[in-house]
């Protein structure tokens, strides 16, 4: 079993859709949870980081975070064609960071 | 401001010849890590500084791959004899420093052994 798992897809959404990321860990010690943004041929981009139980929302974009399950999700509302990407769970333990292997999401227009 | 720079951009070398790539964090993080990025996958985590100090070092795959940062500030990743299966994307992300703070990528050094 893999330390961090995500569903490689693709996801794909039409344009204004929601589109749900989701991803899962292993580790119990984690203590924070990035989700990164990765162009074809670019660098991961940080787009949302999570540290607490619950919700955190930044315009578009809405990490959600559930320790007892040991899941993290990412929304993100109004797809645009520019949201296609690879979107890779990252998961922290006093920096030791684990990445999942990515989901690619296509946003059709 | 500047981001976590990266060079060469590409390298390309042959079986058996050594490499150097360089990575100049963020001006005042401490941290600065390594990743290896194959094709489809995540980065792989190779090894973890704070300041000076090479804190892990666990992902490293051989003894070929040696990191330091003298001055702690640019990093050096030096691979030598390399192999074909050494080919892949090498990632730098640099961070704040305090434990469990975002990292930041440069644009990685793709590196191909013929």
């Known amino acids: 079993q893999k330390e961090v798992e995500q569903n490689s897809g693709p996801l794909s959404v039409p344009e204004g859709a929601i589109a749900s990321l989701n991803c899962t860990y292993s580790d119990r010690g984690s203590q924070s949870f990035f989700w990164y943004r990765q162009y074809s041929g670019k660098s991961p981009e940080l787009i949302m980081f999570?540290?607490?139980?619950g919700d955190k929302e930044d315009g578009r974009f809405t990490a959600q975070l559930n320790k007892a399950s040991q899941y993290v999700s990412l929304l993100i509302r109004d797809s645009q064609p520019s949201d296609s990407a690879t979107y890779l769970c990252?998961?922290?333990?006093?920096?030791?960071?684990?990445f999942g292997a990515g989901t690619r999401l296509t946003v059709k227009p | 401001g500047a981001g976590v720079s990266q060079s060469p951009r590409y390298k390309v070398a042959k079986r058996g010849q050594d490499v150097a790539l360089r990575c100049d964090p963020i001006?005042?993080?401490?941290?600065l890590f390594w990743y290896q990025q194959a094709l489809g996958q995540g980065p792989e985590f190779l090894t973890y500084f704070q300041n000076e100090a090479q804190l892990d070092k666990s992902g490293l795959p051989s003894d070929r791959f040696f990191a330091e940062r003298p001055e702690g500030s640019v990093s050096t990743l030096k691979i030598q004899r390399t192999q074909q299966e050494d080919s892949a994307v090498y990632l730098c992300?640099?961070?704040?420093?305090?434990?469990?703070?975002?990292?930041?990528f440069g644009d990685g050094t793709r590196l191909s052994i013929l």
């Open positions: 001006s005042g993080h401490v941290s």
């Open positions: 999570i540290y607490s139980n």
């Open positions: 990252a998961v922290n333990n006093n920096n030791d960071m684990r």
């Open positions: 992300a640099s961070s704040l420093g305090s434990f469990n703070q975002p990292q930041h």
